[in-house]
């Protein structure tokens, strides 16, 4: 019995090449749509679905391929019984499906789609087909993915089949396409039916990047997935030019440093040690903002991740190859940078792009039994937004540098206390139990740095004692939310010892 494959694709990517070597090995071709015309063109005999059925296309299509002449010769399994019955009512099995679906996902991303473009675009008998197909891979082989052809051809060349093993994995690519597009369907609609709402079921779908070796500790198993679309412009589609394998650490901690860096429209550099920014500065070029923060706290930056904002040229380049450090993440690097650090070839290099998407998007937490979701926390502080509640007001410059070390803060694990002087950190207090003992922590790092030095506290203080600590070192003014019953007896110690305080009605807690 001649062999027969059912071809209906919207990505028609290697489609002429596959389709000749198949017609070549014998196989009869069918066809719907704008497949079946594609394969005309290019010379290739192929029936039409509707010769098969019996039956026109209806419905501007919706309706072509769910029919039983097509899912019985789909879903039939090899054993005589349903052979019988296939003969008996004139099916020929159909022993390869070749489909993938609709354009849902690109159609969604187009500016100004509506919900009608976007419901005609929703895939019926494609997802019937695939799941029909991959159900019966004991018998019939399912290709949803362009990328899968040549590797079908050879083993029909040599083997004269698709061998099982191969099935399986197909079915299991199958019916992982299938999920993926229900889940971009089912996350669309619940932005359309509740803007403003969690959605009721929330599906996240993530494409292997690949193994790590190991997760947090050398005991735990990790992997790097990514999420699908165009990653342009995010951790997950950087490209990696130079070092060794990336650690799960590495990850979080390039993910920690860019989070940093992103934010600043002048030339920004950080340095990252367990996700927290032990030196931060800005400079009148990259070369001057790295050499700043590494200058910020030399003895935490041996071995960190840096984070820059700008593309990395040979002078900056030079400078970073004084000390070890595990990575480096940047929009871009010249030549001269790449062969100033090719000698440290252990040191990893990722450039993440000059396109940079709109931060959006959502964090998950895992719990036991289940999972936290909240949105990232991208709002910015204005100059404006600030609320001066001491007697004393900030200068225009002091208020540009409260507001830098406000953007940083924001990056610190709570409770966290900074210190900044001349858009440099000097002073961090990372994730204590108390807030006076951070600051305690960023003020003794800084030493006599902390004269004239600004604050951010990325909570409110509680008690005064933080503000009577921050005067003892000459911290000249404070930025923090505000909020607390207390708020009067800190602006009355701010007050009393000649200091500036500013509110800014936003907290940044990060736990």
Known sequence: MARRALISVSDKRGLIDFAKGLADLGYTLISTGGTARALKEAGIDVT???NVTGFPEILEGRVKTLHPFIHGGILAKGTGEHLKQLAELGIAPIDLVVVNLYPF????????????????????????MVRAAAKNYERVAI???????????????EKGEVTRETRQALALEAFSHTASYDMAISRYLSKIVNPDAFPVHWFEEGIKVQELRYGENPHQKA????????????????????????SYNNLVDLQAAWSVVRDFKEPAATIIKHTNPCGTA?????????????????????????????????????????????AVIAPSYTQEALAFLADKKNLRLLAIGDNQPEEHGYWLEPVSGGFLIQELDTVQVLEKELKVVTEKAPDAEMLAELLFAWQVVKHVKSNAILLSKDKQTIGVGAGQMNRVGAARIALEQAGEKAKGAVLASDAFFPFADTVEL?????????????????????????NDRGMVMVFTGIRHFKH
């Open 48 to 50: 039409y679905v509707s």
């Open 105 to 128: 996902r690109e159609t969604i991303a187009r500016p100004g789609v509506t919900l009608e473009e976007a419901i005609e675009n929703i895939d019926i008998g494609g997802p019937t």
């Open 143 to 157: 290709v949803v993915n362009p990328d899968r052809y040549q590797e079908i051809l050879a083993q029909l060349r």
């Open 223 to 246: 992997a790097f997935y990514r999420l699908p679309g165009n990653m342009e412009g995010t951790l997950a589609g950087a490209k990696q030019l130079q070092g060794k394998e990336l």
């Open 282 to 326: 800005l400079g009148s070029d990259l070369y001057e903002a790295y050499t700043r923060a590494f200058a910020a706290d030399p003895v935490s930056a041996f071995g960190g991740i840096i984070g820059l904002n700008r593309q990395v040229d040979g002078k900056t380049a030079g400078e970073i190859a004084k000390t070890f450090m595990e």
């Open 470 to 494: 921050a005067a003892q070192y000459g911290i000249k003014a404070i930025i923090q939310p505000g909020g607390s019953i207390r708020d009067e007896d800190s602006i009355k110690a701010a």
